[in-house]
């Protein structure tokens, strides 16, 4: 590491362009891919920016995601990384605490059982893309088809009844906000809860044929644990997809030669999703580790104690893993990204988003073959103040 490279401050969320990183991670991973960082409150720690770097940490058990240790890159989270853990949301365990509801979960995230899923979902595509066709352009995609068909998926399978949309979806939207209060993130917090507590109650009394009912039947939960699964896994299934659906058609209507290859040839959609996962790296700042004894990393000897802020857009962009990594190309190779993360976190529900974006980008390009953009694509809304990037509306033509 060259200590002569000035410290960064916070972590950089400001980008010069819709798709890419913040320029200041990809001139920090080219001088050197683990630098120093200093936290929002004064924590001495670390920048990751490399992809070899990144997935080590990512796989190495002695790098803890405990939230009593962990030190918030951005300076208005700080306090909400050091809240109580909200029992069940295991996200933010590690083992043996992380393994015992991950068990739990593992069977019904197989890829046997989404392959099972595939039939309703092509059925819910079609539905919002009938809608879109009977509703008429301008349209926003993230209202009329990226939000809604993952967010029909999740609570079908949680066992959530769809009308309740609103209230979780708005919720969820003051947690990924990093400009929301501590007064709003906790009363959101609190609201879910409330409302998912109730529903394991009723789940109880009047089980139905979904995974809520069945983690109630099995009776390895509590109530309060069965809240928190539920919430890790409500908000993680319609945030991540919704913003990769409306992103990732962002990004193929400014590149008409790739939505081309999507909309054209079946053959390479499943490269193209893994491409624009890839390319556009949603988890846009994050994740943060601790380490719980000195680990080396690189060139870097990181301290116990010392937390890790891992860069996924620099990383996945990094050109000793994929060459020309700057440029979206739908027929790269692109296998072994990070953007579903790595080692005992990888996301649960991967194989879930990848069939939905399967499904939902080719039919949204075949059923709209003049789909454009209704205003300049610098007019489009980023969410560059969410954890979560995209675009908060997509206004399209067809």
Same mark, same amino acid.
């Given at each position: ?51 070899? @770097? ?5 796989? $190495? ?24 853990l909200t029992p069940g949301f295991f996200l933010r365990m590690d083992a043996p605490e992380h393994t015992r509801y991950r068990r739990l979960l593992t069977g019904q995230f197989t ?6 899923? @595939? ?6 595509? @079609? ?31 949680? /066992? ?30 609190? #609201? ?5 507590? /109730? ?8 089980? &139905? #044929? ?7 039947? &099995? ?12 919430? =890790? ?23 008409? /030669? ?35 004894? $000195? ?9 116990? &104690? ?22 979206? $190309? ?21 194989? =879930? ?20 953009l209704a205003v300049p694509a610098r007019d489009v809304p980023l969410r560059a103040k969410m954890a979560i990037y995209g675009v908060h509306r997509l206004p399209v033509l067809w």
């Open positions: 590491m060259t200590e002569a490279t000035p410290r960064l401050a916070t972590f950089p969320l400001a980008r010069e362009r819709a798709f890419d990183p913040p320029d200041e991670l990809a001139r920090r991973r080219d001088e050197a891919p683990v630098q120093r960082m200093t936290y929002a409150d004064g924590h001495e720690g670390w920048l990751v920016t490399g992809y070899a @770097e990144a997935r080590a940490i990512l796989a $190495d058990n002695r790098f803890s995601t405990r939230p009593e240790l962990l030190h918030s890159p951005i300076p208005q989270r700080g306090e909400f990384s050091k809240e109580p890829v046997r059982r989404m392959k099972q899923l @595939e039939p309703r979902i092509h059925e819910i595509t @079609e539905s919002r893309l009938d809608a879109m066709e009977r509703e008429g352009a301008p349209a926003d995609l993230v209202e009329s088809f990226a939000l809604p068909i993952p967010s029909l998926v999740i609570c079908e399978m949680l /066992g959530v009844p769809y009308e309740d949309r609103e209230k979780f979806q708005r919720d969820s939207a003051v947690l990924v906000n990093l400009d929301s209060s501590m007064e709003d993130v906790r009363a959101a917090v609190q #609201d879910l809860l409330s409302y998912l507590h /109730g529903l394991v109650e009723l789940k109880a009394k009047e089980p &139905g #044929d979904d995974m809520l009912s069945g983690l109630v039947a &099995g009776g390895e939960l509590t109530t309060e644990e069965l809240g928190g699964v539920a919430l =890790l896994l409500l908000i993680a299934g319609h945030e991540t997809t919704a913003n990769m659906l409306g992103l990732g058609t962002f990004a193929l209507l400014t590149n008409p /030669g790739q939505l081309a290859v999507v909309r054209d040839d079946p053959a390479a959609v499943d490269n193209a999703v893994e491409e624009l996962l890839r390319y556009l790296s949603i988890v846009h700042i994050g994740p943060t580790r601790t380490a719980l004894e $000195d680990v080396e990393v690189g060139d870097a000897l990181i301290r116990a &104690g010392e937390s890790v802020t891992l860069s996924l857009g620099a990383a996945n962009r990094d050109p000793e893993r994929f060459e020309g990594g700057d440029t979206l $190309d739908v027929t790269r190779p692109a296998h072994g990204h990070l953007s579903f993360g790595h080692g005992i976190h990888q996301c649960l529900g991967q194989q =879930l988003a990848r069939i939905e974006m399967r499904i939902a980008y080719p039919a949204l390009l075949r059923r709209f073959p003049n789909l454009r």
